[in-house]
């Protein structure tokens, strides 16, 4: 049942973002960011644990749980170290999937040609 839960959310999320990519004005970059703070919002509510407890690791798949995942490492960045914490926790939390995007797109690259 979590596999099909998990198939049910992303699809759900993807679902969504092409629902507003079609009937906006809105491009790609500005879905995603929407779709980054919304996941804050959404954990700052206490809602996007229930999302993990329903779909399991599949609601880390989305870009909402990027969102997640920056509000989590604050919050707990502020815990332990105060105001301070806040940037440096940040980025120690993310900066593994910030730079495998990196690497992975460069990487990529090297192997499509872009179209004009």
Same mark, same amino acid.
């Not at 939390?93 to 872009?114: W, Y």
């Given at each position: 049942?979590?596999?099909?839960?998990?198939?049910?959310?992303? @699809?759900?999320?993807?679902?969504?973002?092409? %629902?507003?990519?079609? &009937? /906006? !004005?809105?491009?790609? $970059?500005?879905? =995603?960011?929407?779709?980054?703070?919304?996941?804050?919002?959404?954990?700052?509510?206490?809602?996007?644990?229930?999302?993990?407890?329903?779909?399991?690791?599949?609601?880390?798949?989305?870009?909402?749980?990027? @969102?997640?995942?920056?509000?989590?490492?604050? %919050?707990?960045?502020? &815990? /332990? !170290?105060?105001?301070? $914490?806040?940037? =440096?926790?940040?980025?120690?939390?993310?900066?593994?999937?910030?730079?495998?995007?990196?690497?992975?797109?460069?990487?990529?690259?090297?192997?499509?040609?872009?179209?004009?």
């Amino acid at each position: 049942m979590i596999y099909l839960n998990g198939a049910i959310f992303c @699809g759900l999320v993807c679902l969504l973002g092409e %629902i507003i990519l079609d &009937n /906006t !004005k809105l491009t790609a $970059g500005h879905i =995603t960011s929407i779709f980054v703070v919304v996941g804050a919002i959404l954990s700052f509510l206490g809602i996007y644990d229930y999302f993990s407890s329903w779909a399991g690791t599949a609601a880390s798949v989305p870009i909402t749980s990027f @969102g997640n995942l920056l509000y989590k490492a604050c %919050i707990e960045g502020y &815990n /332990t !170290k105060g105001i301070l $914490g806040l940037f =440096t926790n940040l980025l120690s939390t993310t900066s593994a999937g910030i730079s495998s995007a990196i690497i992975f797109a460069f990487i990529v690259t090297l192997f499509c040609k872009a179209k004009d």
